[in-house]
């Protein structure tokens, strides 16, 4: 047999003997699930969103957590920031300033680790803005029956207009928010008529609506 097909013959083998499936292990992976997938905050409120890693092929070395893409004033912390060993799940605090403007934004959290690189979810936060109350306090000023009724009257129209420059001098409520009423001695608050009684018919009561 000549030098090269004794060579030919010996590549052949050589290829036979290494073939065979790869004996490789499996790929690892890592995946991250968010939920919920869209949040709702008001401004100026606070929520969470908790991330689930799952690992695979094995793989189990410390994952990193880490969310972008939200808006200046919207601040966030991941709890805990690195998965380790058993450790499956973060958390994420959302906290929503009331300067930011409402509408939604998509954030993506992203989970790194060494020797294979990264995966990311996505989830939504919608900010609603803040509802503004129109609230307006009624004051009735009321006396007692002590007296003639055009006394009374007077006495408890100076009472309630009393209550309400009380209120303006805080200077947290509008004048145009303030309605003032008086009705005199009619009708008592408390009956029989008695020193006791007489005290409680002396008042201003304060409705909001």
């Known amino acids: 047999m000549s030098p090269r097909r004794v060579f030919s013959a010996l590549a052949l083998f050589t290829a036979i003997g290494c073939g065979g499936g790869d004996e490789s292990g499996p790929t690892g ?3 991250l699930t968010a939920s919920p997938s869209a949040l709702t905050l ?17 793989f ?9 893409g939200l808006p200046s004033g919207v601040t966030l912390s991941v709890t805990p920031a690195q998965l380790t060993g058993t450790t499956t799940q973060a958390v994420v605090t959302v906290n929503v300033a009331s300067t930011v403007p409402a509408g939604t934004y998509t954030a ?14 996505t989830y939504s936060l919608t900010v609603t803005a803040t509802p503004t109350y129109a609230l307006t306090a009624t004051l009735v000023g009321k006396t007692d029956s002590v007296g003639s009724d055009a006394a009374n009257m007077r ?3 100076q009472r309630a207009a009393a209550v309400r420059n009380a209120l303006l001098a805080t200077g947290k409520v ?3 928010r ?3 009423r008086w009705t005199g001695e009619r009708p008592q608050t408390a009956q029989p008529i008695s020193d006791a ?13």
Do not use: E, F, M
Not at 42 to 58: D, I, N, S, Y
Not at 60 to 68: E, F, G, K, L, Y
């Open 155 to 157: 006495l408890s129209q």
């Open 174 to 176: 509008p004048a145009q």
């Open 42 to 58: 008001q401004q100026g409120g606070t929520g969470t969103v908790t991330v689930t890693l799952v690992r695979g092929g094995g």
């Open 108 to 121: 993506t959290v992203t989970g790194t680790a060494t020797g294979i690189g990264s995966t990311t979810v």
């Open 29 to 31: 992976s890592i995946q």
């Open 178 to 180: 303030i309605q003032t």
């Open 60 to 68: 189990a070395d410390p994952v990193n957590v880490t969310v972008t």
């Open 197 to 209: 009684a007489d005290a409680s018919n002396r008042v201003v009561d304060i409705g909001v609506h």
